[in-house]
Nanobody, 123 residues
């Protein structure tokens, strides 16, 4: 069973940067699809960025500002967030889809989730 733990959330002013980390344990393979999702109060969970077998996929709202990466040796996935905006305020979750070897943003397909880390961006 895969266990995911997120780190790195916090409060930052608009224009600032944060880096989220997701440490994975259990049966972890680089061929899985790993991703970051977020959920703001009163809104549905949305895909932010995913990575699988070297390919990546991003939500349009974060393209050019966020970068997802993975360190296979450390079983850790990162989300570098630059030029943050107040609209990026949300709880951010790490997730893995063990049945996919391609990057996608369909949340229902992800079968393991972390507990989330909160990101607050003030104007």
């Amino acid at each position: 069973q895969v266990k995911l733990v997120e780190f790195g959330g916090g409060s930052v002013q608009a224009g600032g940067s944060l880096r989220l980390s997701c440490a994975a344990s259990g049966y972890t393979y680089s061929s899985y699809c790993w991703g970051w999702f977020r959920q703001a109060p009163g809104k549905e969970r949305e895909g932010v960025a995913t990575i699988a077998s070297g390919s990546t996929r991003y939500a349009d709202s974060v393209k050019g500002r966020f970068t997802i990466s993975r360190d296979n040796a450390k079983n850790t996935v990162y989300l570098q967030m630059n030029s943050l905006k107040p609209d990026d305020t949300a709880m951010y979750y790490c997730a893995v889809d063990k049945d996919a070897s391609w990057a996608h943003l369909s949340a229902p397909a992800f079968d393991a989730w972390g507990q989330g880390t909160e990101v607050t961006v003030s104007s």
